[in-house]
Each structure stands twice: as C-alpha cells, then as structure tokens.
C-alpha cells in the first residue's frame, strides 16, 4: 500500500449520519489531507447502511479516498468497498479475505504487539494502535504509548494507525515515532468550538 505522508487522516464517520454530513464531508476532503475514510455505524441497520454507504462511495471516489467499512465484510463486499476494518471479535481475516479477496483489510490490535505479529503474519495491509488518548468516539479498555509505535516498527513495515482522542495537540508525536496515519473521528465531527472544515485544517 503507497503511503502519501501529506494525506496522514484516516477519517472515521459519526456514530449517526444527519443531513448536513454528506455536504461537510465534501469539504473536509476538498482539503487533501483524508486518504482513508471508514464508515463506522454501529446501530444502523444493514438496509440503512447500505443506502449511506452507496452515496459515502460515490463522494470518496470523487475525492480519490479510500472507502473501508468498519466491522462488516459482508456490507463491504456488497458496497464493492475498498476494504474494511476488522476488531478482534469480528470475523478472522482468513475468512474476510475469501469473502472480498484482494482488498485492504485492517486489524484492530490495541496495544498488544502480540496481536499485531499476527495481522501481519495474516497479511494484514495495516495495523491499528490505540487508545493513545481519551476518546469522545468510545470508552477507552486499551492504552497504547509511542513506545507501542517504536517496538511494532522495528519488525514491520506494514503501515501503522494510531487511534484515540486524536487532536491537534497531540497529533505530531504519533506522525514523528512510526504511525503513517491518524484515526480522527470525534474532533472533526464532535467538535463543539470548530465545525468540520475548521476542525481537519487544523491539522497541517
């Protein structure tokens, strides 16, 4: 997987989808700083996901973003999404590649080096660390540190993402010891001070 180090976000999506999303998306990735975007709806039904996926689609294909699907390989495969993301308690790679072959698969690995020798022994195209800070997105069970990133990179070059609480106070550390992208959710959507495009340009 090619790496623009310029285009460092992996962009998550709200918990809900309003209808003001679909126009702050645009905007956000007019700024060229998205080069994932994951669409993350945890309490939507498959029918309605599928109808947000379809349009989410057509936007990052404008936009030369990568579209994955959090969790659900069945709803990537029928979206013909760039990939998906997969947690431990999800289905196994193994089984999600049979499903949707060559696409970009992620692993949720927490701070465990353990877990990430195993995505990349599975061929994981990337491994995703955290929390590295408290999160609006979800409660925090897992903390990760910079030296998580530092001992995952000394065996590895499969792209790191750190996740968790993702901010522009806090976002250089992560990008200067060895994670190549920022999962970013509840900054740029949950921000009560800046609105979306204000929010992701704050991020240089």
């Given at each position: 997987m090619k790496i623009n180090t310029k285009k460092y976000i992996y962009l998550i999506s709200p918990p809900k989808i309003n209808t003001s999303f679909y126009s702050d998306l645009i905007k956000v990735f007019k700024q060229k700083k998205v080069s994932f975007f994951q669409l993350r709806l945890?309490?939507?039904?498959?029918k309605k996901?599928?109808?947000?996926?379809k349009k989410v689609k057509k936007i990052c294909k404008i936009y030369n973003i990568k579209f994955l699907i959090n969790d659900d390989v069945f709803l990537a495969k029928e979206l013909e999404a760039d990939g998906c993301h997969l947690g431990q308690k999800d289905m196994s790679i193994l089984n999600a590649r049979k499903?949707?072959?060559?696409?970009?698969?992620?692993?949720?690995?927490h701070n465990s080096i353990k877990l990430a020798k195993v995505a990349i022994k599975n061929n994981a195209d990337y491994v995703a660390f955290g929390a590295f800070n408290l999160s609006k997105t979800k409660k925090v069970k897992y903390k990760a540190t910079v030296s998580t990133l530092k001992k995952a990179r000394i065996f590895t070059k499969t792209p790191i993402?750190?996740?968790?609480?993702i901010n522009p106070n806090n976002y250089q550390k992560l990008l200067l010891n060895n994670a190549n992208f920022l999962a970013i959710s509840g900054y740029i959507w949950k921000n009560k001070k800046n609105k979306p495009i204000e929010a992701i340009n704050k991020f240089k």
């Open positions: 945890k309490k939507e039904s498959f996901k599928l109808i947000i996926g499903l949707i072959g060559n696409k970009i698969i992620g692993i949720t690995c993402v750190a996740i968790g609480g």
